[in-house]
């Protein structure tokens, strides 16, 4: 990539980035909710409303944390890692002085939003006396990458990881987005969500350039061999098996009967969404996939067949 080949956002990340223009967010002691009820269907089950809807700001609450730790990994532990090995150009991919100091303001960025994420905690357990229960080490992310990685010859492994990032970052803002239109929720929370969002839709723009110049030069033999993995790496990203680990954990801290605690496993285990074409994040990632052009490529095509939407049958 030649210097001329990629303009710098150096201007708009001094003008807009949330950590040059935002104060600090206090949470509010009002009615309204901690955390969406939509992300947490645990709540809205039959036999949590029939049996122990008290508990649904405790569960609300803890939701709210697990988030919380969920940001801190995926900002200090998987994007960090990849944006700071570009800035500091120890990264098997070359690219310009620009693009590098772009990658360092990805890092601070994350990093901020990993502190604004752990001030937001302390306030909440300030707030409602809730400590939080016994929190994931890890996401998702934290295993679909080096599975990927560990399919694919040591001169692809920092594609790959590339490629893995760009897909994280551009899901992340799609979903970040709904989180904060959620009316429900406290208006902290929902600007909150608001100012990392500010920030992730320049983020998701970078990574896609990146991965996107990436993947235009290419060899057709690498090109094969990174497609192969891409089913991998989704299947093992859109994994329910950490959430529904917490929601175990969640269910063994509430108050409740035996019977009423099988009964909210038997509920957890059913919200799992199918790794298909119908998995509601598999659209931000095939939006990914078009706007970085690996779409456009045939072998990358047939390696997601049981993604992509199925043929329109003929009128």
């Not at 074409?277 to 045939?298: E, K, V, W, Y």
Request: aromatic letters at 10%.
């Amino acid at each position: 990539m030649n210097a001329i080949d990629y303009h710098s956002f150096a201007e708009v990340w001094e003008d807009r980035a949330t950590i040059r223009t935002r104060p600090r967010r206090r949470l509010e002691d009002d009615e309204r909710l901690i955390y969406p009820l939509s992300r947490q269907p645990l709540v809205l089950s039959a036999p949590f409303l029939r049996e122990c809807p008290q508990l649904r700001d405790f569960a609300l609450v803890q939701s709210l944390y697990k988030f919380i730790n969920d940001v801190v990994i995926f900002e200090t532990e998987i994007v960090d890692r990849t944006a700071r090995a570009i800035a500091k150009d120890r990264f098997a991919i070359r690219f310009p002085f620009a693009c590098r100091y772009d990658a360092m303001t990805v890092v601070v960025d994350e990093d901020y939003h990993a502190l604004v994420a752990m001030d937001f905690m302390q306030q909440a357990v300030a707030l409602t006396g809730i400590e939080p229960i016994p929190l994931p080490a890890e996401i998702e992310l934290s295993r679909a990458i080096p599975a990927a990685l560990a399919m694919v010859p040591a001169h692809l492994r920092d594609a790959v990881e590339l490629i893995c990032v760009g897909i994280a970052e551009n899901t992340l803002t799609n979903d970040v987005a709904a989180f904060a239109r959620d009316d429900s929720v406290k208006q902290s929370i929902k600007g909150l969500m608001a100012d990392h969002l500010l920030d992730e839709g320049r983020h998701s723009t970078f990574w896609a350039r990146l991965v996107r110049w990436y993947w235009q030069g290419a060899a057709p033999v690498d090109r094969e061999r990174i497609a192969q993995v891409l089913p991998v790496f989704i299947g093992q990203y859109l994994t329910n098996d950490i959430q529904k680990a917490f929601d175990f954990a969640l269910i063994d801290h509430l108050d409740v009967s035996a019977t009423l605690r099988d009964a909210l496993r038997e509920e957890a285990l059913g919200m799992a969404f199918p790794i298909n074409r119908q998995h509601p994040l598999l659209a931000n990632i095939l939006r990914f996939f078009r706007a970085s052009t690996l779409l456009d490529s045939p072998c990358v095509q047939e390696a997601l067949t049981d993604y992509l939407p199925s043929p329109r049958s003929a009128p």
